[in-house]
């Protein structure tokens, strides 16, 4: 005869949650117990790069910045793949048991690089590998408004309330309103 289990499937899931949070609560714990906590003015400052951080931190950064970095990581993460090929394909034991799994390593290799060879010159044609842009473009607009004008308004001097206009309205003779003649007196208890 088959003993039943006392304990339902969503028990088991509901004892594995609770043993998961407390793992993760003692080892919150035990980190808190046995890290040393002693803060400073130069530990509680802003750390970038070694240097002191100056200025607004909302800047708008030029995507070329992102770009150089995406490139780098990109090729960085794809060269990650040609060591374990190398280790392979130096293997002798490997190429003496069957030749051809030197060539099929080494023609997988040509075509992983070739990828990486075309990605490189796509990115270099479109001149994305250039920190500052050779020929700058200026916006232009279709407008029936002369340069002239555009330089005169950035050549003026605000100062405010100079030239402050007050609009011109009607005076409406407003109507006297009498006072009321009843005035509220409270008597204190």
């Not at 090729?75 to 034991?93: G, K, N, R, S, Y």
């Not at 390593?105 to 990828?115: A, V």
């Not at 330089?151 to 006297?176: C, G, L, M, Q, R």
Request: proline share 7%; charged share 20%; hydrophobic share 45%.
């Amino acid at each position: 005869m088959e003993e039943v289990s006392s304990i339902t499937e969503f028990g088991k899931v509901i004892i594995f949650l609770i043993t998961g949070l407390l793992a993760m609560g003692g080892a919150y714990f035990v980190n808190h117990l046995l890290s040393p906590n002693h803060p400073n003015p130069e530990k509680n400052s802003s750390y970038e790069c070694g240097e002191e951080p100056s200025g607004s931190s909302w800047l708008q950064f030029n995507s070329r910045f992102y770009v150089i970095a995406l490139i780098f990581l990109l090729f960085d993460v794809e060269m990650i793949f040609v060591f374990p090929w190398a280790t392979v394909f130096a293997d002798p034991e490997l190429i003496a048991a069957d030749a051809r799994w030197g060539w099929l390593s080494f023609t997988e290799m040509l075509g992983f690089l070739s990828i990486l060879i075309l990605g490189l010159v796509y990115v270099w044609r479109k001149k994305d590998l250039d920190w500052i842009k050779p020929t700058p473009t200026a916006a232009s607009t279709d407008t029936a408004i002369p340069l002239s004008a555009y330089e005169a308004i950035n050549k003026e001097v605000y100062v405010p309330f100079k030239n402050k206009v007050e609009p011109e309205t009607e005076k409406v003779a407003t109507p006297v309103v009498s006072k009321p003649k009843f005035v509220p007196r409270f008597k204190k208890a």
